[in-house]
Structure formats: C-alpha cells, structure tokens
T-cell receptor, first 113, second 113 residues
C-alpha cells in the first residue's frame, strides 16, 4: 500500500530565506506527483505536477524535484515571503489505482516578517 | 482557477437528518471526487466517479452515497447524519485518470449536532 510522508510537519523561517519541503513515498510505481498549497479555511490549490518521466518542474519561485527511484520529492521555495505561509501537501498518483491520489499529512509553513 | 463550485458552503444539521452536498464543475472533466478533511487524519477519499452513473468507493465510504446523473454535477448524500460526519468536505475534478492534475473546490463545512 502506498504511503506518503512529509517532513517536517511544521517549519518556521524568517522572511527571505530559501527553504525545502520534503515528501517521500513508499512505492515508486507512480504516474506523477502533485504539490498543493492550502490556506486556513480554504481549498487546495495545485502548485506543480511532475510526471514520473520528469525530474523537476518550476513555477516562479517554486521548484519541485522528483527522484522516483528513491521515492523522494522536494519543493524548493526561493526568497520566502509572509504570503507563502500555508500548509503544503504532496500527493502521488499510484499506478496500482491511478484514478486516486494518496496524500501526505502536509507541512505547515510560517514565514515571519 | 478550475471551475468548481460547492454548495452549500456551510451547513449545520441535526443527527439523523439527511444531507446532500453538491459539486458542480464547468470543465467537462471525466473524474470527480469527494474527500473529507479532519484534523489528525488529513484528506480521505469518500467516493469518486469516472463518468456519468459510474462511481466507486473510497477509503471512508460507510454512511455516504453519491450520484452523478450529469457530467457537471456530483452529489454526496449522508442518508442519516451522525456527529462523526462533522467535517470539511472537498470536491475535486480531474480531466483524465492518473496522468492529469487534480483541482479542488472551496469546500463545505458541515456540522452535525
């Protein structure tokens, strides 16, 4: 059964720092991995989707990498801002049941001004 | 933003009453999902649909039923609401199966007293 783990569970950094959020998954047989952002009381916003054949995806200050063989993904946020404060979730689409996503528990990020 | 709306956005109901939540999409995507999100449990899949009148169970389907009579609408019904069903419910859509990005609606906060 696919399991997704996110470390750390919570992170607090000063504004301007570069930071890395980690996501690991137990079964490398995936179609893709998706990173989401969730603000308090809101829905999930899709940030980046990395297909299994890709190594990384970039969007603005965000860069997500994927190492499928080792079951790891990282989300790099450059020059963090207070507006980046949110919960970040990763999810994989397993080949075993590709219609569904398996989510990690998330990392709560606080960027202090 | 993906065209997904959920109604109602907030609801308070009494134990034993039936409740129906609606998800509406304007994207003509094939797949639609219902999740619940609870502290300590993260996002859990309730039911999903892979086409009109085609649905399947997720990991926490007991006490819930769904229907999809049109591509754009996916209904979640709690036949007899219980306090354990107090939660935030999210709808999501996906264009195809495992390869495509999943988009979420704004959520419905349901309180069962």
């Amino acid at each position: 059964k696919q399991e997704v783990t996110q470390i750390p569970a919570a992170l607090s950094v000063p504004e301007g720092e570069n930071l890395v959020l980690n996501c690991s998954f137990t079964d490398s047989a995936i179609y893709n991995l998706q990173w989401f952002r969730q603000d308090p009381g809101k829905g999930l916003t899709s940030l980046l989707l990395i297909q299994s054949s890709q190594r990384e995806q970039t969007s603005g200050r965000l860069n997500a990498s994927l190492d499928k063989s080792s079951g790891r993904s990282t989300l790099y946020i450059a020059a963090s801002q207070p507006g980046d404060s949110a919960t970040y979730l990763c999810a994989v689409s397993p080949k075993e049941y590709g219609n569904k996503l398996v989510f990690g528990a998330g990392t709560i990020l606080r960027v202090k001004s | 933003d993906a065209g997904i709306t959920q109604s109602p956005r907030h609801k308070v109901t009494e134990t034993g009453t039936p409740v129906t939540l609606r998800c509406h999409q304007t994207e003509n995507h094939r797949y639609m999902y219902w999740y619940r999100q609870d502290p300590g449990h993260g996002l859990r899949l309730i039911h999903y649909s892979y086409g009109v009148k085609d649905t399947d169970k997720g990991e926490v389907s007991d006490g819930y039923s769904v229907s999809r009579s049109k591509t754009e609408d996916f209904l979640l019904t709690l036949e007899s609401a219980t306090s354990s069903q107090t939660s935030v419910y999210f709808c999501a859509i996906r264009e195809t199966g495992g390869l495509s990005e999943q988009y979420f609606g704004p959520g419905t906060r349901l309180t069962v007293t």
